[in-house]
């Protein structure tokens, strides 16, 4: 039987664990890379987390995978993950595929508004 979004978002929810901006901050104090897989124009709209890489979800594996030419080297399976969208549904998918390609710490922040809503620090992309 074919998967449905649903099966997908319940998979990737069990697999991906949700952190609130203060465990994200943690994080990134230890050196975590994070990640906003909106498109460039909900970025370029918004902004995004400080430091934050915008890498869409449609060229993650892309970009997560050393051995294609358009991977990038801020991606390493020993760093830890910390990946937002607008609401989280993107964030955790993503995070499952990274954990299918071995990323083992790989963390949903959920949507950019929990970031700004807990007074993380933003830019402009």
């Known amino acids: 039987m074919p998967k449905t979004v649903k099966d997908m978002m319940a998979e990737a929810n069990a697999a991906v664990e949700k952190i609130d901006a203060a ?3 943690k994080l990134l104090d230890e050196g975590a890379v994070v990640i906003d897989v909106r498109d460039a124009p909900e970025v ?3 902004g995004k987390v400080k430091g934050a890489l915008n890498i869409s979800r449609g060229m993650l594996e892309f970009r997560a995978d ?5 991977h990038n080297p801020e991606l390493r399976t020993d760093r830890p993950v910390v990946l937002y969208c607008a609401s989280g549904g993107r964030a955790a998918l993503s995070g499952k595929l990274l954990k299918d390609m071995g990323y083992a ?4 922040l959920g949507g950019f508004k929990d970031w ?3 007074g993380g620090e933003t830019e402009k992309d």
């Open 105 to 108: 710490r790989v963390f949903n």
């Open 66 to 70: 050393p051995a294609t030419p358009y």
């Open 23 to 25: 465990r994200a901050r």
């Open 44 to 46: 370029a709209a918004s």
């Open 116 to 118: 700004t809503e807990a």
